[in-house]
T-cell receptor, first 112, second 116 residues
Framework: SQQGEEDPQALSIQEGENATMNCSYK?????LQWYRQNSGRGLVHLIL?????REKHSGRLRVTLDTSKKSSSLLITASRAADTASYFC????????????FGKGTKLTVNP | DARVTQTPRDKVTEMGQEVTMRCQPI?????VFWYRQTMMQGLELLAY????????DSGMPKDRFSAEMPDATLATLKIQPSEPRDSAVYFC??????????????FGEGSRLTVL
């Protein structure tokens, strides 16, 4: 069963704009991760944020985590056509095993 | 450049045939995960191992699927007999995890299975 659910399912923007994707989850977590998948390829890890962190940055990526609302957001600033991909959040369950469960993803299209 | 290697990349087979997918995790990693990806269900966790021991295979249809790690450099996922509904892309991922803390996963490029 999916632990994380991304929103929106699809997002289309113009190059240079910012893209925001959201993830909601159901149970308490140890950490939340974001991954990217280009069409026909494997997933690539972007960023990991722990349950005691509220915000994390990596280059043009900014991730926030609100454990009280059980939600996270991924912001990509100054988007490029090469950012076109599907983005997934993944969570493990606090107090349980370390199995990582993925949401269904947000398909981002950045138009040149 | 360390990476997870999966074989075969593409497999077309007929219903009822046995299918074996192989994965070579990154050297030094202690966790291995098998996922299945379809349009309808997204990424489903089938099984995972830590230090070669199976920890959870609750996502796997037990009657036809089996997952093993005969040694630290090889993980296998077997389907016998295969059915058309098994058609999907199967991903292997490896990482360095501790109990209760998964850490970052490195994914292979996937094995695309088509069962006719």
């Amino acid at each position: 069963s999916q632990q994380g659910e991304e929103d929106p399912q699809a997002l289309s923007i113009q190059e240079g704009e910012n893209a925001t994707m959201n993830c909601s989850y159901k149970t308490s977590i140890n950490n939340l991760q974001w991954y990217r998948q280009n069409s026909g390829r494997g997933l690539v890890h972007l960023i990991l944020i722990r349950s005691n962190e509220r915000e994390k940055h990596s280059g043009r990526l900014r991730v926030t985590l609100d454990t009280s609302k059980k939600s996270s957001s991924l912001l990509i600033t100054a988007s490029r056509a090469a950012d076109t991909a599907s983005y997934f959040c993944a969570t493990d369950s606090q107090g349980g095993s370390e199995k990582l469960v993925f949401g269904k993803g947000t398909k981002l299209t950045v138009n040149p | 450049d360390a990476r997870v290697t999966q074989t075969p990349r593409d497999k077309v087979t007929e219903m009822g045939q046995e299918v074996t997918m192989r994965c070579q995790p990154i050297l030094g990693h202690n966790t291995v995960f098998w996922y299945r990806q379809t349009m309808m269900q997204g990424l489903e966790l089938l099984a995972y191992f830590r230090n070669r021991a199976p920890l959870d295979d609750s996502g796997m249809p037990k009657d036809r699927f089996s997952a093993e790690m005969p040694d630290a450099t090889l993980a296998t996922l077997k389907i016998q007999p295969s059915e058309p509904r098994d058609s999907a892309v199967y991903f292997c991922a490896s990482g360095w995890g501790l109990a209760g803390d998964t850490g970052e996963l490195f994914f292979g490029e996937g094995s695309r299975l088509t069962v006719l």
